[in-house]
């Protein structure tokens, strides 16, 4: 049985047309980066950043047949797949390609030496799969090459894979089965409009297990015939249920599932097909369980736990029903958990605030850790790094008589201070901020003597469904309240300077920039805003066609007349003559998500009223920079940012 797949890459043809200059602004060009205002780089920077963008990690993909794994890292510009055949042994790199690969999936037959990977070009996101022959080291693409195809799904039997498509009108994602044997070519077993993406296969590969995904608050789940197409909801109810993973049990009587029914978040439980119920597994955990992995044999389970915003990992007896941790797992994030054929270890992609991302194994009969990568850290002492301090803080509301609290996660440099603070606002808006190896953020704490603080505002992940839907439609200003409420946390502290804030974030994240810089710009000194939307109404009217309805599900459809005329109130662009302080805007040129558009009417616009704006843009990048030489340079003008527009002279 295949785990739940991850939505693999793909690729197409970018033609790249130059982004005018504007009219009396600095511009320069260098390789694939158009740069405006940013000042040159100076050497010090350069040179005191190498390090720290010398890093490295290293995550599983999946195990070969002969014992080995498979797992994704970069020594070069993108990252690729390598092969390692023994816990320490050398990485033999297997792809090269100048755009980064997702994934890595081999095929079950062993007959078939070789595996499904995916990419795009120039970070569009209009994803292509690709099988790799490891006999030959050729690889072919699978998929049509103009869709958005992804989350392929190796059959038991290895003989062919399932994956989604939009190749039928380019906006809704269909169920289709690919073979080896005929690239380019599929069936279709299901076309029913949505959202649709295989999750597994039954024991016997007649039926696929299929969710279909309406927002973060509402999914349903189907079983679908392969043979005749035939379709059945699994579990039909009134209730607007979350959906997460789910897994056929080894028998194929019932299937180990997610959820969040009948409480606020999504717990372990076993669905017996039969008798159509449900028998909690994780009742005593009031978190979000996330992902899982089934072994060989059906015995154990592995499965994490978000518990405010730490990753747990537990294994689950299967027969008596009874869970433990996984010993030695330290405080941080784990996943990608994959059982080994033979059933004798779990494989499992680990990190921490102070160690990259690198494979494990956990030995079932040991019952003890082995570390499988030993990723370079830039020759830094990772013993200065930080780890962050969970804090929460009382925003403007109410809940059972109190201040609704916010969490957050503080990175405190040495020294009394008063230092300066970095507010780092996350994306999504359904995601949250967790605490793992970053670099830049290490930089800024140590280097800079900067505090960073990354709130989960309501909207975040991880809090239970009712926290989720905090601020959805006409509730959107009121995340922006809980960052009011945090300038008011730091005005508190006597450690931070509440003089001097800088507001950063990507893609939503970037929206909380903006109107952050809008709501509280004379307690702000600056703002990075990166692949973020600037006007809600011009944004979802841009974004790709596949993604438009999710998208008005969270934000509000803007085809409404009420809807929209909140939404261009609400919007950054619409109060951009707020905003007088200093901006960075990052923006990759090819992004299907948050359009470049987003970025240049902000830009425009601050400049027009007289502001500051740096700009940077990549002409070969999506949504957030992945190609080593672009992300090193935004790296270097983010820093010189805050050295200008936050820091004081004796501070660097």
Not at 213 to 220: D, L, Q
Not at 318 to 327: A, F, K, L, S
Not at 340 to 369: C, I, K
Not at 564 to 573: D, F
Request: aromatic share 12%.
């Amino acid at each position: 049985m295949r785990r739940m797949a991850c939505l693999l890459a793909a690729m197409f043809v970018v033609t790249v047309v130059a982004w005018p200059a504007h009219a009396g602004v600095e511009r320069r060009e260098q390789g694939n980066l158009v740069i405006e205002e940013i000042p040159e780089i100076p050497q010090r920077i350069i040179d005191r950043m190498f390090q720290y963008q010398s890093t490295r990690e290293a995550a599983f993909q999946d195990w070969d047949h002969q014992g080995g794994m498979l797992i994704s890292t970069r020594f070069g510009e993108t990252t690729q797949i390598h092969h390692l055949a023994a816990p320490g042994g050398a990485r033999r790199q297997i792809t090269f390609f100048n755009e980064p690969v997702r994934g890595a999936s081999v095929c079950p037959d062993e007959k078939k030496n070789g595996f499904l990977f995916a990419r795009d070009v120039g970070g569009g996101e209009f994803y292509q799969i690709f099988w790799f022959d490891l006999a030959t080291g050729k690889s072919t693409m699978l998929t049509d090459g103009e869709s958005r195809n992804g989350a392929a799904l190796w059959s038991n039997a290895g003989d062919r894979f399932a994956f989604y498509t939009t190749k039928r009108n380019g906006r809704d994602w269909d169920i289709h089965l690919g073979t080896l044997e005929k690239p380019g070519v599929s069936k279709a077993v299901l076309e029913k409009g949505g959202f649709w993406i295989p999750v597994d296969w039954s024991p016997d590969d007649r039926r696929l297990l299929a969710i279909s995904y309406v927002s973060a608050n509402e999914s349903t789940y189907h079983i679908i015939d392969v043979a005749s197409g035939e379709v059945t909801q699994l579990n039909p109810s009134e209730e607007q249920i979350a959906y997460g993973g789910a897994l056929w049990s080894r028998d194929g009587k019932g299937i180990y599932i997610t959820s969040d029914q009948g409480g606020e978040f999504s717990r372990l439980k076993y669905y017996d097909l039969e008798t159509k119920a449900f028998t909690v597994l994780t009742p005593d955990l009031d978190w979000d369980v996330g992902g899982m992995d089934l072994s060989k044999k059906g015995d154990l389970l592995a499965f994490t736990a978000n518990e405010d915003g730490i990753s747990r990992a537990y294994l689950l007896d299967t027969t008596r029903r009874t869970y433990q941790p996984i010993p030695g797992v330290p405080v941080g994030q784990v996943g990608g958990f994959r059982f080994h054929p033979d059933g004798t270890r779990l494989a499992m992609s680990m990190e921490t605030a102070s160690s990259t991302t690198d494979v494990y194994t956990f030995e079932l009969a040991e019952r003890e850790l082995l570390r499988w990568t030993f990723s370079e850290v830039g020759g830094l002492n990772t013993d200065s790094f930080v780890d962050p301090e969970l804090v929460h803080y009382d925003t403007f509301d109410m809940v059972d008589g109190r201040p609704r609290q916010i969490s957050a996660f503080y990175y405190r440099p040495a020294g009394e201070g008063p230092h300066p603070v970095v507010i780092n606002f996350h994306g999504g808006p359904e995601a949250q901020y967790q605490p793992g190896f970053s670099p830049i953020v290490q930089y800024f704490v140590n280097e800079l003597g900067i505090a960073v603080l990354a709130p989960n505002v309501r909207g975040s992940a991880g809090y239970g469904k009712s926290f989720l839907l905090l601020d959805n439609g006409f509730k959107r200003e009121d995340s922006v309240k809980d960052a009011g409420a945090l300038l008011d946390w730091i005005a508190e502290r006597t450690e931070l300077d509440a003089e001097r804030v800088a507001v950063l974030g990507g893609s939503y994240g970037g929206y909380m920039v903006l109107a952050a810089m809008t709501h509280y710009n004379d307690r702000l000194k600056a703002g990075i805003d990166v692949v973020g939307i600037s006007n809600f109404v011009t944004f979802l009217e841009n974004t790709e066609d596949y993604r438009r309805d999710l998208r008005r599900v969270e934000y509000g459809d803007e085809r409404d007349p009420e809807m929209r005329k909140h939404l261009q109130a609400i919007s950054p662009l619409t109060n951009v003559k707020k905003i007088t302080r200093p901006m960075l805007v990052v923006q990759g040129l090819n992004d299907p998500r948050v359009p470049a558009s987003e970025a240049e009417q902000i830009v425009a616009a601050i400049r027009e009223n007289g502001g500051e704006a740096w700009y940077l843009l990549a002409k070969d990048e999506g949504h957030g920079f992945r190609k080593k030489g672009n992300r090193d340079y935004y790296y270097w003008s983010m820093v010189l940012f805050l050295e200008e527009h936050l820091l004081e002279p004796g501070d660097h």
